[in-house]
């Protein structure tokens, strides 16, 4: 083969030979890089959330709450990443904050020897005791807020969930009345199976229960309005609450 035939073979050979190098060196580099900043510390970007001398700050997902003071008291205040949303507006103290979700528990000062649980659901305040005895920071998780607190003799715990609620989900639907139906009759199955009266059986009460407080809290658009299939459960319920002795 002639000279002048091998030239272009050779300079082709050459250029894919830089190329390689080229891929090389530039792999090298980056590796080099990321590893130097691997070894970094994390940035962090610190925000104030309050200027109303908050205290007792409690965190979940970026769901913050703290308790601050509104020029008169201390309020409750929620941050959802976004804005800050002050949830009281009282006459009195409100503090120990905790927030689970879009769930917040606190407790409300209503004199010096009297303070009360109250939660905030995402959609409204709701009181859960009212008594002359002093309860202590509640904590809350899902649905189901617990505290402890004087009975009139002595301390003990206390949890409050959702009425109607069998499934723990925060709403009352189909599901739950799903629950009650497929149990029906059933015993020692606790809350979760549909005893939600404590009773021992799962039965007409506890049907009762869940239809007094069908979409409560209020629920989205889509599951607001009773499906054909919901409708089915309601009267099969119905047919058994009949049926009982």
Known sequence: MCRSCLLPSLEQGKKMK?????????????FGFLAANSAQATAWTVTQLSNDLGGGPHIYGSN???????GSDMEIFLYDGNSTTQLTNNSYNDYDPQVYGSNVVWMGEEGWSDAEVFVYDGNSITQLTNNSHIEYPPQVYGYNVVWYGFDGNDFEIFLAQITGDVNGDGWVSSDDLTIIIDNWGQTGLGRGGGDLNGNGVVDGPDYTEVLSNWNLPPEPPSQATPEPATLLLLAFGALLLNRRP
């Open 64 to 70: 913050v709450v703290w308790s601050g003071y509104d």
């Open 18 to 30: 830089c190329k390689r190098i080229f891929s090389l060196i530039l792999t090298v580099v980056i």
